[in-house]
């Protein structure tokens, strides 16, 4: 379940576990130019005139908490505005996995519907309806390696509670199992899965199909409770992953489909605002933000990083 994050479309869920040594390596030189204070801190704030000390250094400009906070939140909305990714009319399901990616596209779209909503509140015709946000989590906890079913039941408590604490707005949660799809009557899909798994001789093909899965469950969320778009929290570093692989596995030809903002080659529309964020920047929000966060849900998705 730890990488579910990305909902299929971005990265495999080992794609940052599955990184060689020496990717380890310069990831952690990047993290170390992105750090909180350290080396950094003796710089001030490129942006604003506060003076206070940069956190994060991105293309070589210090910049403070807030005002890297702006930056990447100035990212997402572009991607989402500029791409007519979410239109008022539209219900977005954001599928959700407690990791660094998902995390910070749910706090975005809602700061984004927020605003909508006060202007909506303040404008005299109210002619534009607000968006609708949905929140999908996809337990594949019975996919690969069984986790302890009170520790999925915590972290769906959890995913509720984030949730539920961001108002105005109220967002529908839906939680689904991967073993869902596998159930006809009153068999046991988790395990059927598991055997349909243990099939799949290699991991690339265990990942692929894990990842078609979990698309296509979260298409049937969407089509039963009437979204118009999917969105992933899939980012740059998840995507450099997917890209590689699918270079190797020899599906070029689909693959500039695989990374566009707006994917429409599904029933319900699969959208990407983060697609050009690093994961070590979500990271790093995060790590600013972490008083929000609940820390054993990062633990949960420690191996979840590019997503
Ligand atoms: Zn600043």
């Known amino acids: 379940m730890a990488s579910s994050a990305c909902?299929?479309?971005?990265?495999?869920?080992?794609?940052?576990?599955?990184?060689?040594?020496?990717e380890d390596a310069s990831a952690e030189e990047r993290l170390g130019r992105l750090s909180v204070s350290g080396a950094a801190s003796s710089i001030a704030c490129g942006k604003c005139d506060g003076g206070g000390a940069a956190v994060a250094v991105p293309g070589g400009i210090g910049m403070c908490g807030e005002c890297f906070r702006a930056h990447l939140f100035g990212k997402f909305k572009l991607a989402v505005t500029g791409n007519a990714m979410v239109r008022p009319t539209d219900a977005v399901?954001?599928?959700?996995?407690?990791?660094?990616?998902?995390?910070?596209?749910?706090?975005?779209?809602?700061?984004?519907?927020?605003?909508?909503?006060?202007?909506?509140?303040?404008?005299?015709?109210?002619?534009?309806?607000?968006?609708?946000?949905?929140v999908a989590f996809v337990d594949e906890s019975g996919a690969l390696s069984p986790k302890p079913k009170h520790e999925v039941e915590r972290?769906?408590?959890?995913?509720?509670?984030?949730?539920?604490?961001?108002?105005?707005?109220?967002?529908a949660v839906h939680i689904a199992s991967l073993g869902d799809m596998f159930t006809s009557g009153s068999e046991d899909g988790v395990g059927k899965l598991r055997e349909v798994v243990a099939m799949i001789g290699d991991e690339t093909g265990r990942d692929d199909f894990l990842q078609r899965s979990r698309m296509l469950l979260l298409q049937k969320i969407a089509l039963e409770n009437g979204y118009t778009k999917i969105m992933l929290g899939s980012c740059a570093s998840g995507i450099a992953c997917h890209v590689l692989s699918a270079t190797v596995k020899g599906h070029g030809y689909s693959l500039p489909a695989d990374v566009?903002?707006?994917?429409?080659?599904?029933?319900?529309?699969?959208?990407?605002?983060?697609?050009?964020?690093?994961?070590?920047?979500?990271?790093?929000?995060?790590?600013?933000?972490?008083d929000q966060i609940e820390d054993y849900l990062l633990e949960l998705e420690d191996d979840d990083v590019g997503k």
């Not at 909902?7 to 599955?18: I, L, V």
């Not at 998902?102 to 015709?125: C, D, G, P, Y």
């Not at 972290?155 to 967002?171: F, H, Q, T, W």
């Open 7 to 22: 909902g299929g479309a971005g990265c495999g869920p080992h794609c940052s576990s599955s990184a060689g040594a020496g």
């Open 93 to 134: 399901l954001l599928a959700f996995s407690g990791g660094p990616a998902s995390r910070v596209a749910l706090q975005f779209i809602h700061e984004m519907q927020a605003k909508a909503i006060q202007s909506w509140e303040t404008s005299n015709s109210q002619a534009l309806p607000v968006f609708v946000v949905g």
């Open 155 to 171: 972290a769906v408590e959890d995913i509720r509670s984030i949730v539920s604490s961001l108002s105005p707005g109220e967002k």
């Open 260 to 290: 566009q903002y707006v994917d429409t080659r599904w029933d319900v529309p699969v959208v990407l605002p983060l697609r050009d964020v690093l994961s070590q920047e979500l990271i790093l929000l995060c790590e600013l933000d972490r």
